[in-house]
């Protein structure tokens, strides 16, 4: 119990240091900003597989039901950092970024006889970027400068709990805190006038999430089986408000003209749909697929135009995403590292979920490479260091282009639990 306490203390932490930086993409300054990719180091090294799988010794926080198969004396902890760098590409130009950031710890153990539960911290999106843009108006021999500036996003805090109701049927829920805030800001400069025209987008969330899963196993063999895994994500408005402020700032008179307009109720979470089917030989091969759906486009968002801030449809769209991952294990019991590590790889395509201005975003390539390597001490050969290596492609012909590279590098503490120790 008192390690157990312990691991929720590290997820108290977490969720204080759990500062965003994930992103340095222009493209976060659109709806809630970048959807940042969920799961913990299993997931990621299968580039985001997930739905269909449930694994004794690994934390799965895609589908809450998975979370009923957990091994009966073990505890889980995983907690992971990432690490990118990521090439912009423009009209010619080339620019590199870095970031570096925690990314997530969860926690899974079992509760009773096939109850399992499953908790957290998890970035839900990104925002951050800082670009400029400059034309030359001939007309007022002037340089106008407009710069773009944001930070910030969602987090997510959640405790799950799955339950295995028949031999080869699972379900599962899950409830989650979901804080952040949004800061955006335009700032608009001219060479020769002495007015600078500032516009700010603020807002706070603090609200509730829920989704639901289901796993069904269809045994093919004695060691190989069929999953079929389903979840859904509750889609509701955030009940946080969104503020705009347009300030207009004379640098001679030092005088500024403040203008603030208020959006009630300005958010909204998607109903999201997922789907999975993963084939698996015990301690051998999994092979899992997935297809996601965030229904966006009914999601209204507020844009201000005109001298007007409100909600307005049309800036948002259906996104789609579709991943294929394996893990292979070449012999669970090998006698040297080679045999016992896990290896991952994975391949995923996904639609965006926003417009820009008339035109659709930009849509995402990727693929990853992952190990899981055994830690072997004198108490314990069931923890695992996990790495993946993820590249990814973003872009919009004729405009931004991304390349992204990312190191993921996570530990999976496996502890016995729960065991009797008997003397004689």
């Known amino acids: 119990m ?83 760098v990521t090439n912009f590409q423009e009209n010619g130009a080339r620019k590199n970024a870095r970031t570096g950031n925690f990314d997530y710890a969860v926690g899974q153990f079992r509760l009773w006889k096939n109850v399992g539960a499953a908790f957290g911290v998890v970035p839900m999106t990104d ?8 034309s030359f108006l001939q007309t007022a021999n002037s340089t106008m400068t407009t710069t773009y500036v944001g930070d910030g996003g969602l987090n997510k805090l959640f405790l799950g709990v799955g339950v295995k109701l028949f031999r080869n049927l699972a379900v599962g829920a899950r409830g989650a ?82 203008a603030k307009m208020v959006v009630d109720n300005a958010f909204e979470l998607p109903h999201t749909f997922g789907v999975g089917l993963a084939y698996r030989q015990a301690n051998k091969l999994t092979v899992g697929l997935d297809g996601e759906m965030q229904r966006w486009g009914n999601v209204k968002f507020p844009a201000e135009s005109g001298g007007q801030y409100q909600l307005r449809n049309g800036l948002l769209k259906n996104s789609y995403r579709f991943a294929l991952g394996a893990e292979w294990l070449p012999r669970y019991n090998g006698r040297s590292l080679f045999q016992r590590i896990r290896y991952r790889l994975g391949v995923g395509y996904a ?44 872009g919009v012909e004729g405009m931004l282009k991304e390349n992204t590279f990312r190191l993921n590098l996570a530990i999976t503490f496996n502890e016995r639990w729960f065991a009797k120790w008997k003397v004689e």
């Not at 580039?47 to 799965?60: D, Q, S, T």
């Not at 035109?359 to 992952?370: E, H, L, M, R, V």
């Open 177 to 258: 805190y979901l804080w952040g805030s949004f800061d955006r800001g335009v700032t608009l400069t001219s060479s020769q006038a002495m007015n600078t025209l500032y516009k700010n987008y603020k807002a706070d969330v603090s609200n509730y999430a829920l989704d639901f899963g289901l796993q069904y196993d269809l045994p093919l063999s004695r060691r190989e089986s069929l999953t079929l895994g389903l979840t859904y994500g509750l889609g509701h408005k955030l009940k946080s408000d969104a503020e705009c402020y347009i300030i207009n700032y004379n640098s001679t008179t030092s005088k500024r003209d403040t």
């Open 127 to 134: 925002v951050g970027y800082q670009f400029s843009s400059s």
């Open 351 to 394: 639609t965006p979920y926003y417009k820009i201005g008339s035109s659709d975003g930009p849509k995402q390539y990727s693929a990853t490479i992952g190990f899981g390597i055994p830690i072997q001490n004198q108490i314990n050969a069931r923890s695992y260091v996990n790495i993946s290596a993820q590249y990814v492609h973003q």
């Open 2 to 84: 008192n390690r157990f306490l312990g691991c929720l203390l590290m997820s108290a932490v977490a969720t204080t240091v759990f500062a965003q930086g994930g992103t340095n993409s222009p493209f976060s300054q659109f709806g809630l900003g970048e959807i940042s990719q969920q799961g913990a180091s299993l997931n990621k090294g299968m580039n985001g597989v997930g739905y269909a799988l449930h694994e004794g010794n690994m934390v799965n926080t895609l589908n809450p039901a998975s979370s009923a198969y957990v091994d009966s004396l073990t505890f889980l902890f995983d907690m992971g950092l990432t690490a990118s």
